[in-house]
């Protein structure tokens, strides 16, 4: 008896045997699947700017193409994508100074996903006024013959100006720059077979960075160096404009390059040797430069690496400098000279002198610390106050105090307590034309006849027209005089310049050029001898005036210009001026000097054609000064 199936029977079946021929198609036939690709990994921003970021990440093995993702929010709730076809995109159009989160996946080349999504990395873009421009992208470098590279890449921005720089270094020591125009440059003068570390940033036509440097690209030069780089390399400047370079000859060798230019390596010059030296011409002062050497073998092809990279400093452009002495007679001494006239009827031409030589810095010597008297009145001034304050600005002095007392202001019933006071001998100086660095004294021996302090008053200053620097030191020694067949003061001032050739020695520790300035009380006509003279000279110190020993010639005279020198330094107050027949008077007030040129001396006079000081006679000494010129 025959059946009849039932209809929903029927629709059933056909639905299962459905269900299992699609199975089996899709296990004939498997979907791509996100499984299958590897996600991107080494995610990095290599290069940012205000409103672009640069990203890269490691090369998925036979990748079609890339998505990334990003958004200003870490959820990625509004996120915007873009394709790339390389490991590595520039993202535009972002805002400044704002932290945006991306991420990469593999996807076709039709734009389905085919891995997961990469780690997520967080880059902030540069804030406005920081670079606009990311760097230069597409680097490339090719070798063109032992010592030649020629690069190119992409162009970048609106700006045709950029700025290659390149190191045999990775860490980019002893770096080399060139500015150029339009995206490609050639590099010359490079060693042979030697690896060179190259990149590239966008600049405006000023030099301003518009963008970072672009990835360090490293290449080769081809060939090999015949020598190895010379050694032993030194370089000194020997002026203002010239210095002299020298190194250890390269067994073999016969020519050589110096390469050399301001500091870092721009607008670099050459000199060609052909022996372990050279000297370089036409630099400016005041600038340090960079100089290393290399071989040449005999066609003028470099046949070496450079030497290491050795640095000088031209000195900077000297300028006159203009020093004095002078002793002014202390305020409290009196005398029955005609001609002396009290501290306040003289001290008008004192200041009027000072000006009239307009020294840069001055030692003087018997500007009393103790207070004035006028009219039986005690003021509260003593007297190198009154002095400074009649000079007025822009004078001021290395040391104030007027005394070494625990109350400075107090002239009398002192307790002691050192403050670096020197009595009458002082160092004032004009503060629009030097800055004083340190100032300081030493006490010097002293008599047992005649028991007076003396001390060395000394300072550091900077001259401000040249950036050079000095040390100056001011001194007053033993005055009186010995008796027939003693020695006691000779002795003493004998010891005074020795403390004061070791306390220069010892306190300038920079080696400072030298000026020592004062009244040492003993002139080229004392007995024994003029020892004061004798030592200074004796320690390396120069007589500008050669001004020696009994002498009626200048016998090692360096000064250049001489006014009024055969007048002497001292004139007691006489009316006549005291004066000499030959060209330097006597002195017992001196200007010494280290070496340097000085290219005039003035013996500071006012007299008439009858030889007569005109009007009042500022002091028992007359000023000197000089014009030097610091090395």
């Keep these: 008896m025959s059946r009849v199936r039932p209809t929903f029977v029927r629709n059933a079946v056909a639905t299962v045997l459905a269900v299992l021929l699609a199975l089996t198609g899709a296990l004939a036939n ?14 990095t921003a290599t290069s940012t700017a205000t409103t672009s970021v640069r990203l890269a990440w490691k090369a998925v093995s036979k990748a079609p193409a890339y998505r990334v993702k990003y958004d200003d929010n870490s959820t990625m709730r509004s996120p915007a994508y873009l394709k790339a076809t390389s490991a590595g ?41 920081d670079f606009g421009l990311l760097s230069p992208s597409g680097l490339a470098a090719t070798a063109v013959g032992d010592s030649t590279l020629t690069l190119a890449w992409a162009p970048r921005g609106d700006t045709d100006n950029y700025r290659v720089r390149w190191a045999t270094s990775s860490k980019l020591t002893d770096e080399s720059f060139v500015r150029v125009t339009g995206p490609g440059a050639e590099l010359t003068d490079l060693s042979p077979g030697v690896t060179y570390y190259v990149s590239v940033r966008v600049i405006t036509p000023e030099g301003t960075n518009l963008s970072q440097y672009s990835p360090m690209l490293a290449v080769k030069t ?58 370089l011409t036409g630099l400016a002062p005041q600038t340090t430069y960079s100089v290393k050497v290399r071989v040449l073998d005999t066609n003028g092809d470099f046949a070496s690496d450079y030497s290491p990279t050795v640095t000088i400093t031209t000195p900077s452009v000297a300028k006159p400098l203009r020093v004095a002495s002078y002793n002014v007679r202390c305020a409290t001494c009196s005398s029955s000279r005609i001609d002396e006239l009290p501290w306040s009827e003289r001290r008008g031409a004192v200041v009027a002198t000072v000006n009239g030589a307009d020294p840069d810095v001055i030692g003087f010597q018997e500007a009393q610390q103790s207070w004035l008297t006028e009219d039986g009145t005690l003021l509260n001034l003593a007297q190198f106050e009154d002095l400074l304050k009649r000079l007025g600005e822009p004078w001021a002095i290395t040391n104030g105090y007027r005394n070494n007392c625990v109350k400075s202001t107090t002239p009398t019933n002192c307790e002691y307590k050192d403050r670096g006071a020197t009595n009458g001998t002082r160092i004032m100086y004009r503060t629009d034309r030097l800055t004083m660095l340190a100032h300081g004294s030493v006490s010097l021996p002293v008599s047992p006849l005649h028991d007076y302090p003396r001390w060395l008053a000394w300072a550091t200053f900077t001259q401000k027209s040249s950036g050079r620097s000095f040390f100056f030191g001011n001194i007053h020694f033993e005055p009186n005089n010995d008796t027939s067949g003693s020695t006691t003061y000779y002795t003493v001032r004998k010891q005074e310049a020795e403390t004061v050739v070791a306390a220069i020695a010892r306190l300038n520790t920079g080696k400072l050029p030298v000026v020592l300035v004062g009244d040492a009380n003993s002139s080229k006509w004392d007995v024994p001898s003029n020892v004061p003279y004798d030592t200074f000279v004796a320690s390396g110190l120069v007589d500008p005036l050669g001004n020696t020993y009994r002498s009626s010639t200048a016998v090692g005279a360096t000064v250049e210009k001489r006014i009024n020198t055969n007048y002497y330094s001292y004139n007691n107050f006489e009316r006549y001026a005291r004066r000499s027949g030959s060209v330097n008077g006597s002195y017992t007030d001196y200007i010494f000097t280290t070496p340097m040129r000085v290219s005039e001396w003035e013996t500071v006079v006012d007299v008439d054609a009858n030889n007569n000081f005109i009007g009042v006679i500022p002091s028992d000494h007359n000023l000197i000064r000089a014009t030097v010129w610091l090395p």
């Design 30 to 43: 498997p979907a791509p699947a996100q499984a299958a690709w590897s996600r991107p990994t080494g995610l």
């Design 222 to 279: 081809t060939g090999k160096a015949s020598f190895s780089p010379p050694s032993g390399l030194s370089a000194s400047a020997t002026s203002t404009t010239t210095a002299s370079v020298s190194w250890t000859a390269t067994p073999g060798a016969t020519r050589y390059r110096v390469k050399y230019a301001a500091t870092p390596w721009t607008d670099a010059e050459y000199v060609s040797a052909t022996s372990n030296s050279a000297v």
């Design 89 to 129: 995109i520039e993202v535009t159009g972002l805002k400044p100074g704002r932290t945006y989160w991306f991420k990469v996946r593999v996807i076709s080349a039709k734009s389905a996903s085919l891995s997961s999504y990469s780690a997520t990395i967080k880059v902030t873009t540069r804030k406005t006024g």
